[in-house]
């Protein structure tokens, strides 16, 4: 298994994307933003969350249980790392979506928690694995920010207000399952496996890089795995950079951010 990836930045801001790997395992990790009006109960921050989440992640895949296991005991371990300074168990506290991809004898398998795509070749057969189920949630919220002009003021607030009617939502039935402080948040990931003969390349985005495909609409899967193949994930989110600077007001794209951190890592033989 061969491995590239590169992360990059929502400009003028620190990264709370993280990707790690080995020659066994490979995780992405994206940790959830908040807006600048709203104080998280963690004196980490969310950069801090997504590395340490990450790294023990890639550790606990080592091991000899499921994907699930590994991924709840890496949000044990790291909710007990800051369990007695910060409010971990607070809906406004650092949570974090992920994908990884592991190889163990000659069975590739792979794990989704949340809106990080996971991208996977079988021979030409190209599928992508996303939770889609915190788009569900919060629609009104969702919808009036929408409503709201682009860029404006009020955007921002009524943003502000869909990150917490979310956060309300979190990790309970009826609602969306990100990794946060709760392990049991393990059991609802999207898991799967294939023959590694089957799978000729992969790629784990975050939903920043994802746009390329998702939200500009201009690679489709396939191709958003060919462009990985022939400039490297660095390429690929350089063209998401080029386009969100080719919208600056957010008339072509309505997104609720003009950029976000972008992380890609592409797995080929």
């Known amino acids: 298994m061969e491995v590239t990836a590169s992360s990059s930045a929502c400009p003028g801001r620190t990264n709370e994307d993280f990707a790690t790997w080995d020659d066994r395992v490979v995780v992405v990790v994206d940790g959830a933003g908040m807006p600048d009006s709203l104080t998280p109960p963690c004196i980490h921050g969310v950069a801090w969350f997504a590395r340490?989440?990450?790294?023990?992640?890639?550790?606990?895949?080592?091991?000899?249980?499921?994907l699930r296991d590994a991924l709840a005991e890496a949000i044990e371990s790291t909710a007990d790392a800051h369990r007695g300074t910060c409010s971990v168990d607070d809906p406004m506290s650092p949570?974090?979506?992920?994908?990884?991809?592991?190889?163990?004898?000659d069975v590739l398998e792979w794990l989704v928690l949340g809106d990080c795509t996971l991208v996977l070749d079988r021979g030409g057969a190209v599928e992508a694995i996303s939770d889609a189920r915190l788009a569900t949630v919060a629609r009104s919220e969702r919808a009036a920010m929408k409503s709201a002009p682009p860029g404006s003021v009020e955007r921002q607030l009524l943003h502000a207000c869909l990150v917490q009617a979310e956060r309300a939502l979190r990790n309970r039935p009826g609602g969306y399952w990100v990794a946060a402080a709760d392990p049991g948040a393990a059991g609802a990931a999207l898991t799967g496996s294939n023959p590694t003969s089957a799978a000729t390349r992969a790629a784990l985005l975050t939903d920043g890089a994802a746009r390329l495909v998702t939200g500009f609409g201009l690679a489709t899967w396939p191709t958003c795995l060919d462009i990985l193949e022939r400039e490297g994930p660095g390429g690929l989110i350089g063209r998401v950079r080029d386009a969100e600077y080719a919208d600056p007001n957010l008339s072509r794209w309505p997104?609720?951010?003009?950029?976000?951190?972008?992380?890609?890592?592409?797995v080929f033989k």
């Open 255 to 266: 997104r609720s951010k003009p950029h976000d951190d972008a992380t890609v890592a592409f």
């Open 95 to 105: 949570s974090a979506t992920l994908a990884a991809l592991r190889v163990r004898n």
């Open 52 to 66: 340490t989440l990450g790294t023990a992640l890639r550790i606990a895949a080592g091991g000899r249980g499921t």
